[in-house]
């Protein structure tokens, strides 16, 4: 349960706050304080950002085998890297890298496996079949694109099916076409629901019993060297987040109904229950893997006025 | 919009405020100053780590890890469906959902901070670290 993003923030404290050299005996012979380091290390990558970021775009996203046969939907489809399953991914922009998961150097090694076995079964073997199976007529769409789709292949467009008041008109819905989405972003939204639905699991099995135990004992028990460094600073009590949390509910009920959302106050509650429910099985997960896992599809689904419950 | 999106994140927040802090500490006057009947001093000391670490913190409840996530709800509203509720609407949402999170979140503290290392833990290890050298 380290948080391991905190340890970025940490280690960057103590180097821009401690000039001094390091120790030579414990850093392989290396002298040069971590201030200076960072220093050379934020220059150098200024500098090289300029290469993929706007004089050579070809190195962000260095799909060379599309370069071969550029005109081939097969090739963009298995190598390419924006629209693409990319299979050999290689890039040269630190951007790129860090996108979608934030920096793969502070994750753990199990947690970093995890993610790459789950890649190659879901979006390497799984999209490929679905793909060229057609099966939810992807032989019509891209690949991996983020944009949703009508029955003539053109973006979607949204307006046609609301009505004035921003809500789904059914008629005008059946007359324009239904949402078609591309192969990755069809199995994203599918892997969501099954994501947060084994994080419950996961958490109820491996975690349960000792989450048990600290909800019933009034102080927890472990005694490291830090939690007894801290009790010296008054803690702040419970109460005052619990009231913090009440008037902001409030806040959330006049927001809902002050302007035309269309949100019924039965859908918040649902909402915040989901939240509440969900936030200790994610913190964990995120505590020792810094994978975030997000809550977006399920509760878009649930709770938004155009999602599943209104109808 | 850009792909893939520019992230700006709780790291980002240390990285510029530790030369701000520097400059506030040269440039400010460090003498006690006074409004009507407010007494204060606008630069006591010099820029330390844990002024630094609060600022973090903050930074971190707010926006670490990206945006503030109702912040794409009101793109999506403005983007894709074009609908604009005003400024208003903006920050009562924002608002309202962040601090609800930072309600939960204290009420969560006993299960997910105190039993590994939290955020202030890590900070005194490097207090106390710190302190050893000459």
């Known amino acids: ?311 | 919009m850009r792909s893939p999106q520019l992230i700006i994140t709780s790291l980002v927040a240390q990285l510029v405020a530790y030369p701000l802090g520097y400059a506030w500490e040269k440039i400010l006057p460090n003498r006690q100053m006074r409004i009507g009947r407010l007494k204060f001093n606008l630069n006591p000391g010099p820029f330390n780590i844990k002024e630094h670490t609060i600022i973090v913190v903050m930074a971190n409840c707010t926006f670490g890890g990206g945006a503030a996530y109702a912040t794409d709800t009101l793109l999506a509203q403005r983007a894709f469906y074009g609908q604009n509720l005003g400024w208003g609407f903006d920050i009562l949402l924002c608002l309202s959902t962040q601090i609800v999170g930072y309600g939960i979140a204290g009420a969560a503290r006993k299960f997910l901070v105190w039993p590994g290392m939290s955020d202030d833990e890590m900070v005194l290890d490097v207090l106390t670290n710190s302190k050893q050298r000459p």
């Open chain 1, 1 to 311: 349960m380290i948080y391991p993003q905190n340890l970025v923030n940490t280690s960057l404290f103590y180097a821009l706050h401690d000039h001094s050299k390091t120790d030579p005996s414990k850093t392989h012979g290396w002298s040069i304080s971590r201030y200076r380091y960072f220093g050379y290390v934020t220059i150098g990558s200024f500098v090289w950002y300029w290469f993929p970021g706007y004089i050579a775009n070809f190195l962000s996203v260095f799909a060379f085998v599309t370069w071969i046969r550029p005109n081939s939907p097969v090739i963009n489809q298995l190598f390419g890297g924006v629209t693409g399953l990319s299979l050999i991914p290689i890039t040269f922009d630190w951007t790129y890298i860090s996108a979608y998961i934030f920096s793969p150097l502070v994750a753990p090694w199990h947690a970093i496996g995890n993610t790459l076995i789950g890649m190659v079964i879901f979006f390497w073997f799984t999209a490929m079949g679905i793909h060229y199976s057609g099966r939810f007529w992807n032989e019509y769409l891209p690949m991996s694109d983020s944009d949703s789709y009508d029955n003539t292949a053109s973006v979607y467009n949204v307006t046609r099916v609301l009505t004035k008041d921003y809500t789904l008109d059914l008629a005008k819905y059946q007359a324009y076409s239904p949402l078609f989405l591309s192969t990755t972003f069809t199995l994203t939204y599918g892997l969501s629901f099954a994501a947060i639905a084994a994080v419950i699991v996961h958490t109820a099995l491996f975690h349960g019993p000792e989450l048990y135990r600290r909800a019933k004992s009034a102080r927890s028990d472990d005694e490291d060297i830090h939690t007894r460094l801290m009790r010296k600073y008054p803690e702040v009590p419970t109460w005052w987040y619990m009231t913090l949390f009440f008037i902001m509910v409030g806040f959330c009920f006049a927001t809902i109904y002050a302007y035309p959302t269309h949100l019924t106050w039965w859908a918040l509650i649902i909402a915040l229950a989901i939240s509440i429910i969900w936030v200790i099985p994610i913190g964990m997960i995120f505590a020792v893997t810094n994978i975030q896992l997000g809550l977006n599809v399920f509760t878009g689904k649930s709770c938004s006025p155009t999602g599943y419950i209104h109808h």
